[in-house]
């Protein structure tokens, strides 16, 4: 696997914790590669077929490909696999974090650098956190389990990794390089000013932009105190100067007028219907007029076939991403306009996920990700 | 007097989806693949003191914890994983069309 950098804060894992890792992370290489391909085999010499045989036709959408597929033998071998690799991740992290979090929260005490946290209990953790655990995260972001914790956040940073088996950069900050990139490709010129990232978890895209963006201002917003904490002792070991701060970007504290660039990096699919809405105005009303605001997204279901459409909604059933099922049909324009962004100011680009030299989080390379986009 | 242990949530919240009709045959996969790990990881604890005993003749634990492997057999281990997983499950998909078939 491609080796993860490790700052001073980093849950380094001991020799068998590491070998465990190694272990998930070659599983769902061989899931993805050998395993997964499997279900085309299956779909089209087997189900499709006795679907036709039965019905006349073939599937209509994805809806009728799950009714056929989830009863499968080689897609349920697959999917429980899939699923049991995703709930190892977490495991094979969290003894790790568990044996070493006494020597991350004392170096957490003493980290020198810059940026500052401000946290405020007063926060409301949203009911799309608490129903479920996002992608199975056991605690998901917003979980204290010792004072001033900062597991979660240390938990994120190797999971997420293996999530991607490496396919986010050493420095597990692709995300952040990719939207970057296309923010500079689009506006060469413009100044960076004040920027927010909004669900910024433990600041992985932010923290990138900083170290880009040396002009620029900072912040970066989520409503769970332990992945801000670490998020902020992490920008410290990097040298990156970020401001994060506890807030639903449902509801700043931002003044009107007063943004010139809001981000976002994977945040909308991890919200709700009325949630995305209170983002969007949100957004409108604390930029400035002529900010621009960039939230980049996992795909929508467009054009992808009834299998496809399935695929890719399996994350939706059986890794916890409730709303990503909502958001793949959901009409953002119309989220714009209702915000009070102009609809010849509105677009959604499909952007290029290379971070690096022929680098992508996928193995498809043909793969883009949405960034809806818009000036005030 | 040890330090207090720390205890972390294990489980995820939200319910988990059933892939077989029988719930045990889902309970058994993952018996299966923390076994499959477990294996994994004492095969690679005994690589790493093979290859340190080869350098050293004689070898503490101390050693065996402090050993990272290099690029160079980190990927030899990967190789060995893959053909080991493949091994594993090899019965997958025995009976099932190849996805030759269409796509």
């Not at chain 1, 993805?32 to 499709?48: E, I, S």
């Not at chain 2, 040890?2 to 294990?10: T, Y």
């Not at chain 2, 059933?18 to 309970?27: L, M």
Request: aromatic residues 10%; glycine residues 6%.
């Amino acid at each position: 696997m491609l080796q993860q950098a490790m700052h001073d804060l980093f849950p380094k894992p001991n020799h068998d914790e590491a070998a465990r890792q190694e272990f998930v992370n070659d599983f769902r290489v061989h899931l993805a590669a050998k395993v997964f391909p499997g279900n085309f085999g299956a779909y089209f010499g087997r189900v499709l077929p006795a679907f036709a045989k039965t019905n006349g036709r073939e599937p209509k959408d994805r809806h009728e490909v799950r009714k056929v597929m989830t009863q499968d033998p080689y897609y349920q071998m697959w999917s429980l696999m899939q699923r049991s690799s995703q709930e190892m991740i977490w495991d094979s992290v969290i003894d790790t974090v568990e044996r070493t979090l006494p020597d991350l929260q004392a170096k957490a005490k003493t980290a020198k650098g810059k940026g500052t946290l401000t946290l405020d209990p007063a926060v409301e953790i949203p009911r799309y956190h608490t129903g479920a655990d996002i992608h199975l995260q056991p605690g998901a972001y917003h979980t204290d389990s010792v004072p001033d914790d900062i597991a979660q956040g240390a938990v994120y940073e190797r999971g997420t990794f293996l999530y991607a088996m490496g396919g986010m950069g050493p420095e597990n900050d692709g995300l952040g390089r990719i939207l970057h990139k296309f923010f500079r490709k689009e506006w060469p010129n413009r100044k960076i000013g004040k920027v927010v990232d909004m669900g910024t978890t433990i600041g992985l895209g932010i923290v990138y932009w900083a170290q880009k963006e040396p002009d620029g201002e900072f912040h970066a917003i989520d409503v769970a105190a332990p992945v801000l904490r670490y998020g902020h002792v992490r920008a410290k070991a990097l040298g990156a100067a970020v401001h994060f701060s506890q807030q639903n970007a449902e509801k700043t504290n931002f003044a009107d007028n007063s943004v010139d660039l809001v981000i976002s990096h994977i945040l909308l699919h991890e919200t709700s219907r009325n949630a995305i809405q209170n983002i969007f105005n949100e957004c409108h009303r604390i930029l400035k007029p002529g900010g621009l605001m960039l939230h980049l997204d996992l795909p929508q279901a467009g054009a992808q076939s009834p299998l496809e459409g399935f695929l890719w909604e399996w994350e939706v059933y059986n890794n916890n991403e409730h709303f990503y099922g909502q958001l793949r049909e959901l009409d953002v324009s119309e989220v714009a306009a209702k915000a009070g962004f102009d609809k010849a100011k509105f677009k959604i680009h499909q952007v290029d996920s290379t971070w690096a030299d022929g680098q992508t989080p996928y193995s498809d390379s043909n793969f883009t990700f949405p960034v809806y986009a818009a000036e005030k | 007097m040890a330090a207090p242990v720390i205890k972390l949530p294990r489980r995820a919240k939200g319910k988990r989806p059933q892939f077989f009709e029988d719930p045990a045959i889902d309970q058994m996969m993952t018996f299966i693949l923390e076994l499959a790990t477990e294996v994994s990881v004492v095969y690679d604890r005994l690589d790493t003191m093979e290859r340190l005993l080869d350098n050293k003749g004689t070898i503490s634990r101390a050693d065996v914890e402090a050993y990272r492997p290099d690029e160079k057999i980190e990927a030899e281990r990967m190789a060995r994983r893959d053909a080991y997983l493949k091994r594993v499950f090899r019965m997958h998909g025995e009976d099932t069309p190849s996805s030759d078939s269409g796509a």
